[in-house]
């Protein structure tokens, strides 16, 4: 039996210290799970921030059937034209310009001609940017993490239930192929009860967070890691653990405790930097964030969820993908990705025939398109694809408004308590309740998987 056998009100604890992230009540005023916004025929997108991330996201939106590339965004000029290079280049027209300031997206958001802004700006300017956009009449997607306080979750809540527009956290790691795999696998029951899961973000960032020219725009990381100490980019291995574990779905989030190590080297890389460059004098005056940072958290139904955080030790990249039922568990990084029934590893072979089993549609209709389009192995593109699929058949999105302000919520949550010697800090439920009866996420195409791609030479998917 699946996870139905625990009950809810036995797993809960008492909580001696712990405090809620946000003391205010909150009431749901329409539920955004499973939500249809009205089909629309052609996804007309402005795209905001085009730095490293944004312009591979105008690419891969190049390839998709029923999108236009209507509005480009950036505070710099050049790269707004660059991404205008790349529209000529794919045959695709012109798109409208905004630029030249830091509020030049206002207007974008402003302009009626659009049904989707794609924000993949620094982490600071998601929330402003979404609820700005969602208050102008467009489903609003960002960047990971959508939010960087509580205050900030909630009013992305509160401004998609007003609205009835999207807001969807871009959460790329959810369409990675093993996690996929694993989540309909935990899905038909193979691991049984879950039980545990782990995600990390580790992933050595040290020489591009201080890099002067071409990193970062403004070392806006280097600003985070400087001014905050706790998990602060919890949602890659979050994401696909929730999804796993029908988060806001079915169970919910109830606390959490967060330790983080002391920093070992961002401080004394930045008093050398200073020492020869007074560009980085700013950069040497306080603490940075400890190297490693442990978050546990604790579910309704009782189980367990361990994610990480180093951008900084030298270190193998990984996102851990940790799945532990009753039954069987799965575990990607190190590579290759595995699954245990026993006491050893399933061999090649075994392998094998669970991938012909368990692996869902999407993956078998666009997994090797887009491998072939890329980004991050293809995860990206399949993220995009769905989306823009979801949008025109008028179905649900796979991460909603709750995911967004839940997943985001580690960040801010985990800095409370390392802040308190690592107490435990109740977690908001973004969904008022209705996580009890919201459906888990859609792990078919049913009412979709109609959208093309824009490639002649390359066939899509059976
Ligand atoms: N999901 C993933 O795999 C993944 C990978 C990389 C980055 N990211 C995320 O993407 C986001 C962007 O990261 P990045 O590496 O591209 O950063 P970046 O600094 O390279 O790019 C940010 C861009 O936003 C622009 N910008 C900043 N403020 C602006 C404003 N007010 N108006 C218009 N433009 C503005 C900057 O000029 C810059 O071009 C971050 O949230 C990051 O965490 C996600």
Redesign the pocket.
Known sequence: MLATGLSVQAANTNRETSSSGSEEKHTQRFNMSGYAAPKLDKVRIGF???????PGAVERMSYIEGVEIVAL????DD?VEKMQELLEKQGLPKAKSYSGS????KQMCENPDIDLIYI????S??TPMAVYAMEHGKHAVS??PAAKTIDECWQLVETSERTKKHCMM?E?CCYDFFELLTLNMARQGFFGEIVHGEGAYIHNLRDLNFKKDGG??EM??LKENQHRNGNL?PT?GLGPICQVMNINRGDQMEYLNSMSSIDFQMAEIAKELAAKDSFFTEFATSPYRGNMNTTSIRTAKGRTIMVQHDVTSQRVYSRIHLVSGTKGMASKYPEPARIATAHEWLNDEEMKKLEEQYTPEIVKKIGEMAKKIGG?GGM?FMMDWRLIDCLRNGLPLDQNVYDAALWSSIAPLSEKSVANRSNSVDVPDFTCGSWKTNAPVELTLKGGGTTGVRVSNIPIGE
Do not use: F, I, M, S
Not at 120 to 123: D, F, I, V
């Open positions: 905001v921030g085009l730095g490293q991330r944004g965004c950036d505070q710099y790269r830091k509020e030049a997206w993949t700006t620094p982490w300017w998601h960047e990971v871009l790329n970062y725009a806006w990381r980019y890659h991050h990206d």
